[in-house]
């Protein structure tokens, strides 16, 4: 039985959680842990406390974020074209990666790490996407040799690349536009 936190750890925790999405936001996922429990007013300790990694702290952070990716793959089931559902769930999940420098790479990685704080996360996301992927396939609108893990290797790179691009080019749109058209069924 887990205890109800005290209301001052209750501030700090969320002044840590608040803190920590403006470092991620500004500065990227390698952010000073320091500086984010400097600009939250505790002591380092304290947000190791709470957070005892750095994945421990973005997981915090993302567990919602990407409950949501999650529920939005069970929404798009019934889109009527399965292709553009997925790419619609693509652009959306880039648009939230990208939201913190640096992510993409962390997500990537926890994808394939049993050990990471992320990892039970992402498997969530990557389940109710993977039924995107399946109904994409069974349309004979994806073509049928694509799995889940190249789509999410593919929505990754073009997250990667966006964060990277200068002015915005190319576009978001237009790198899913590339990547769609070569996962298209002919």
């Not at 049928?144 to 893990?149: A, K, L, P, Q, R």
């Amino acid at each position: 039985m887990t205890r109800a936190m005290r209301s001052d750890a209750r501030r700090n925790y969320e002044r840590l959680l608040e803190e920590a999405k403006r470092a991620f936001r500004e500065r990227g996922v390698d952010a000073s842990l320091e500086e984010i429990a400097r600009r939250a007013g505790v002591g380092i300790g304290t947000l190791y406390r709470h957070f005892p990694t750095r994945e421990a702290l973005l997981e915090t952070l993302l567990r919602e974020r990407f409950a949501d990716r999650a529920a939005a793959a069970e929404e798009l089931l019934d889109h009527p074209s399965p292709l553009d559902a997925l790419k619609d769930w693509s652009k959306a999940m880039v648009e939230a990666t990208v939201s913190y420098r640096g992510l993409t790479g962390t997500v990537a990685d926890a994808m394939n790490d049993p050990s990471s704080d992320l990892h039970a996360a992402c498997h969530a996301m990557r389940s109710a996407v993977a039924r995107l992927v399946d109904r994409a396939r069974a349309a004979g609108e994806l073509r049928g040799d694509v799995t889940v893990t190249e789509v999410l290797l593919m929505v990754h790179s073009a997250a990667w690349a966006s964060e990277r691009a200068p002015d915005g080019e190319p576009s978001l749109d237009r790198l899913l536009d590339l990547v769609f058209t070569g996962l298209r069924a002919r």
